[in-house]
């Protein structure tokens, strides 16, 4: 159930503080007051989600007030209270911008049955408002994929997503190895078209149970499992209107698939546990790494699926594939992580930049990211040296050879451990010890940092 911060206006000092206590049983924070005049200095000093008011208070009328805290708060839902019930008193408070009406006496079933609808509303806002961050956040990494040009292969890639981008239904199919840029290029995609105001929502279908992506994805009804205690809308919901990433699509449990080619066809589904059929305005773009065709005919992908997702299919290559792309690619992510962390660096050394160019980036483009953001925390100079990028164990240890293809590289890196290991310990570093500042930079909740200096014997 969502925490609701509540204000209770009512002049009855029993009513008042038998429905104090009551709401604060429903887990809900709670403040309150017996009239208007301490309920404007209570609103201008504090952020509430629901404002439960008294229609006849000693200094004034209800419906006055409510029109102008409306006014100043359109996002608070306000709930008039009023033993003067009539029809007329109804249809003028819901005018006036209420969110509901309750008539005294009234059960506290009812209350609680309207403050759940107004948790259920808030959810919904709270998180189309932080997908809608996401978007407005993830904006830079657009023109970050148009500096990832450095070959015609990427140019014609960009210049595909720029016409897609202009037919805002079309589902796309983004293929390629970990890292080559796949998010990336769905958020350009969806910057670029007519949804480009809308939230852009991206889960991914790997890192998270069937049960759990159907939930997220769909969302849930009251007692459609063990755990809901509440209507829940998903994903989809919180999207409408914008664009619904779906990375690692190949993860996908069968039977889910079903569900998402009725919404990629329809436009409708049903959350968990529910009757309703709820109409949805999403585009989707999917993503992998894996070899759909080989999962189709190992039974474990819907061919149907496949072909509603390959409308339009776009190959990502891999960064050893277009390595006139790394030094442009470099250069911008060391400018922008540069600036979020307030350091001034002109650029790398030319022996840095000659080892980011002669090394083979298996985690491709998030590889070379995650380099540059080392180098960036622990340079001491205007300029990053190979030292400080973390990659010259693997290019002495690397063996270069000639081939009718290309070359080719066998290396030795460390363990995904070990590499952490030494992340935290140089960014803690370079926080001076500060674990509020590490675990900022490191963009990981501060529990999650004490948790990993734990396990790794760094505390």
């Given at each position: 159930?969502?925490?609701?911060?509540?204000?209770?206006?009512?002049?009855?000092?029993?009513?008042?503080?038998?429905?104090f206590?009551?709401?604060?049983?429903?887990?809900?924070?709670?403040?309150?007051?017996?009239?208007?005049?301490e309920?404007?200095?209570?609103?201008?000093?504090?952020?509430?989600?629901?404002?439960?008011?008294?229609?006849?208070?000693?200094?004034?009328?209800?419906?006055?007030f409510?029109?102008?805290?409306?006014?100043?708060?359109?996002?608070?839902?306000?709930?008039?209270?009023?033993?003067?019930?009539?029809?007329?008193?109804?249809?003028?408070?819901?005018?006036?911008?209420?969110?509901?009406?309750?008539?005294?006496?009234?059960?506290?079933?009812?209350?609680?049955?309207?403050?759940r609808?107004a948790?259920?509303?808030?959810?919904?806002?709270r998180?189309?408002?932080?997908?809608?961050?996401?978007?407005?956040?993830?904006?830079?990494?657009?023109?970050?994929?148009?500096?990832?040009?450095?070959?015609?292969?990427?140019?014609?890639?960009?210049?595909?997503?720029?016409?897609?981008?202009?037919?805002?239904?079309?589902?796309?199919?983004?293929?390629g190895?970990?890292?080559?840029?796949?998010?990336?290029?769905?958020?350009?995609?969806?910057?670029?078209?007519?949804?480009?105001?809308?939230?852009?929502?991206?889960?991914?279908?790997?890192?998270?149970?069937?049960?759990?992506?159907?939930?997220?994805?769909?969302?849930?009804?009251?007692?459609?499992?063990?755990?809901?205690?509440?209507n829940?809308?998903?994903?989809?919901?919180?999207?409408?209107?914008?664009?619904?990433f779906?990375d690692?699509?190949?993860?996908?449990?069968?039977?889910?698939q079903?569900?998402?080619?009725?919404?990629?066809?329809?436009?409708?589904?049903?959350?968990?546990?529910?009757?309703?059929?709820?109409?949805?305005?999403?585009?989707?773009?999917?993503?992998?790494?894996?070899n759909?065709?080989?999962?189709?005919?190992?039974?474990?992908?819907?061919?149907?699926?496949?072909?509603?997702?390959?409308?339009?299919?776009?190959?990502?290559?891999?960064?050893?594939?277009?390595?006139s792309?790394?030094?442009?690619?470099?250069?911008?992510?060391?400018?922008?992580?540069?600036?979020?962390?307030?350091?001034?660096?002109?650029g790398?050394?030319?022996?840095?930049?000659?080892?980011?160019?002669?090394?083979s980036?298996?985690?491709?483009?998030?590889?070379?990211?995650?380099?540059?953001?080392?180098?960036?925390?622990?340079?001491?100079?205007?300029?990053?040296?190979?030292?400080?990028?973390?990659i010259?164990?693997?290019?002495?240890?690397?063996?270069?050879?000639?081939?009718?293809?290309?070359?080719s590289?066998?290396?030795?890196?460390?363990?995904?451990?070990?590499?952490?290991?030494?992340?935290?310990?140089?960014?803690?570093?370079?926080?001076?010890?500060?674990?509020?500042?590490?675990?900022?930079?490191?963009?990981?909740?501060?529990?999650?940092?004490?948790?990993?200096?734990?396990?790794?014997?760094l505390?």
């Amino acid at each position: 159930m969502t925490e609701l911060q509540i204000l209770l206006i009512e002049d009855d000092d029993l009513l008042r503080k038998a429905l104090f206590a009551q709401i604060q049983e429903w887990g809900h924070s709670v403040e309150a007051c017996n009239c208007l005049t301490e309920a404007r200095k209570i609103l201008s000093g504090g952020s509430f989600d629901v404002v439960l008011l008294d229609m006849r208070l000693p200094d004034g009328d209800g419906i006055e007030f409510l029109s102008a805290q409306k006014a100043e708060y359109p996002a608070v839902d306000f709930v008039i209270m009023t033993a003067y019930a009539d029809v007329r008193t109804a249809v003028e408070a819901i005018k006036h911008g209420a969110f509901d009406y309750l008539s005294k006496p009234f059960e506290n079933e009812q209350l609680q049955k309207i403050i759940r609808n107004a948790g259920s509303k808030v959810e919904l806002t709270r998180r189309v408002s932080s997908l809608s961050q996401l978007t407005i956040s993830s904006h830079n990494d657009v023109w970050c994929f148009d500096k990832m040009i450095g070959t015609d292969t990427m140019k014609k890639i960009f210049e595909k997503a720029e016409r897609i981008a202009g037919f805002s239904d079309t589902t796309v199919l983004l293929l390629g190895e970990s890292g080559t840029g796949k998010g990336m290029l769905a958020k350009t995609i969806h910057r670029l078209s007519k949804r480009a105001d809308k939230p852009f929502v991206d889960i991914n279908c790997s890192a998270l149970p069937a049960q759990l992506i159907e939930s997220e994805l769909f969302g849930y009804e009251k007692g459609a499992f063990t755990d809901a205690k509440n209507n829940k809308p998903g994903l989809l919901e919180a999207a409408d209107g914008g664009t619904v990433f779906l990375d690692e699509i190949g993860d996908m449990e069968i039977n889910l698939q079903s569900k998402l080619l009725k919404v990629i066809e329809d436009k409708e589904f049903r959350r968990l546990g529910g009757g309703k059929i709820i109409n949805v305005n999403v585009r989707i773009v999917a993503a992998t790494s894996r070899n759909l065709k080989e999962l189709i005919a190992a039974g474990k992908f819907r061919e149907d699926l496949y072909y509603r997702l390959s409308v339009v299919p776009i190959v990502l290559p891999p960064l050893r594939d277009h390595q006139s792309s790394i030094a442009p690619i470099s250069d911008y992510y060391r400018e922008r992580l540069a600036k979020e962390m307030g350091r001034t660096i002109k650029g790398f050394t030319k022996t840095a930049m000659e080892a980011l160019m002669k090394y083979s980036w298996p985690g491709n483009v998030r590889e070379l990211r995650n380099a540059v953001e080392r180098g960036v925390i622990l340079t001491n100079g205007d300029e990053i040296d190979l030292e400080e990028l973390g990659i010259h164990e693997s290019l002495s240890e690397k063996k270069i050879s000639s081939s009718a293809a290309g070359v080719s590289a066998e290396f030795k890196p460390m363990s995904l451990a070990d590499s952490e290991k030494n992340l935290i310990q140089s960014v803690l570093s370079f926080a001076e010890g500060n674990k509020n500042k590490a675990a900022d930079i490191l963009k990981i909740h501060r529990t999650t940092l004490y948790k990993k200096l734990q396990e790794y014997g760094l505390e």
